[in-house]
């Protein structure tokens, strides 16, 4: 299965952000990117993996105050 690459400017349009800002994410370390020449690549996979985890993570931390507040009943 062949991996889709998504450049600076598809991930600027689907996140809603500057170019400069996904520069500076990737730049940062923020994204899971790679550099081709002189151009920021991501994998679209790599891409899905991160939003799960944050989702996965906020979804943890929602479910824990939840149990803190039930459990203080």
Not at 27 to 36: C, D, Q, S
Not at 50 to 59: E, H, P, Q, R
Request: glycine share 10%.
């Amino acid at each position: 299965m062949q991996d889709h690459i998504l450049t600076v400017p598809e991930i600027s349009k689907f996140f809603g952000v500057s170019k400069k800002t996904v520069y500076e994410w990737c730049r940062f370390g923020h994204l899971p990117a790679f550099k081709i020449g002189q151009e920021w690549m991501l994998r679209q996979s790599d891409l899905q993996k991160m939003i799960n985890a944050k989702v996965s993570s906020a979804g943890r931390k929602q479910q824990d105050l939840f149990g803190k507040n039930k459990g203080g009943k």
